[in-house]
Structure formats: structure tokens, C-alpha cells
């Protein structure tokens, strides 16, 4: 938790920009894409989706785009760049109207993780767990803290699930 919320405050003095492409809400299709972005689209298919004003990471290792509806809040989305191509697409600060395609919703306890998706592997990272959705060639994630669903990710099979 500390390094995703410290990932958040980074995006906040960055200073992601407000506008209209952001989702309010989003769905993440296992296997398939969150928030309509997919895996290996460029930067510039990103921000057809979800417009061009985004804050860019300056200390991560990766190359980082936020993309927040509002200035300095820190709920949206963001992405992470290998070779120009999308590697790990990623909500941020649990964004309320998210959704998985068969309906696990951030803020939802854990026990709704288990039942919706009874084959999950947690994996314990530094203060929250990282629940990896059963199936295909990526990784769909759901990530839980204090015991309820915080947020949702689509990443490369080599990506690490622990941000």
C-alpha cells in the first residue's frame, strides 16, 4: 500500500491534468482490456481513449502516464510503457464505478473476489494482496486492502503484479 499510495502521490504533484476522457467508470475485461485501453496499444491509442492530458512519472522505472479526471485527485487510471507499447494498464486510489465484466465492483469486500473468481492466486505485497484472475496469456488483477476490492489491473504475463 505504501508504494501505491506513494505511486498516487507522485501522480498528484505531477500534476495529471483534468479532462474529458478519463472513465468515470470502467470495466475490466479479463484477458482483454480496462477501461476499453488494451494491452501493446501505443501511447497515442491510450489517449484516443482517454484524451491527452496526463501526468508523466518522472521517477519510475518504466515509462508511467496518469490520466485523472480532476487536477491533484488522485482516482483514474493510468498505464506503463515497455518499447512504446502498453505493458500494464491500472486503476489508481480506487475509483468508484469500476467494475469487472461479471460485476465485481471496487469496494466490494473480498469474500466477493473469492466467490466471483473461486481460482484466484493472491499474491501479499507490501500492504495490500494482489488476487490474479485464472486464465490466459495476461495477467487480470484484482487488488484488495483492508479486506475490500481497491482496484483492477491488465498486465503482461512478465509483468510483477506488486506495483
Avoid at 12 to 35: E, K, N
Avoid at 73 to 85: D, F, T
Avoid at 104 to 129: F, K, N, Q, W
Amino acid at each position: 500500500m505504501t508504494r501505491l499510495v506513494g505511486t498516487v502521490a507522485l501522480a498528484l504533484a505531477l500534476g495529471a491534468g483534468a479532462f474529458a476522457g478519463t472513465p468515470d467508470a470502467g470495466v475490466l475485461v479479463p484477458q482483454v482490456s480496462l477501461g476499453g485501453v488494451r494491452l501493446g496499444w501505443t501511447r497515442a491509442q491510450v489517449e484516443a481513449v482517454w484524451g491527452r492530458a496526463e501526468g508523466r512519472c518522472a521517477n519510475c522505472r518504466r515509462e508511467t502516464f496518469y490520466f485523472n479526471r480532476y487536477a491533484f485527485q488522485p482516482q483514474g487510471a493510468g498505464i506503463e510503457l515497455v518499447a512504446g507499447r502498453v505493458d500494464a494498464v491500472f486503476t489508481l486510489w480506487a475509483p468508484p464505478g469500476w467494475r469487472t465484466a461479471q460485476g465485481l465492483r471496487i469496494g466490494d469486500p473480498l469474500v466477493r473476489v473469492e466467490a466471483t473468481y473461486p481460482t484466484t492466486l493472491a499474491t501479499p505485497c507490501r500492504s495490500y494482496d494482489a488476487y490474479v484472475l485464472p486464465g490466459g496469456h495476461a495477467k487480470s488483477v484484482v487488488y484488495v486492502v483492508d479486506g475490500d476490492v481497491w482496484g483492477f489491473a491488465l498486465m503482461t504475463a512478465r509483468h510483477g503484479v506488486c506495483f
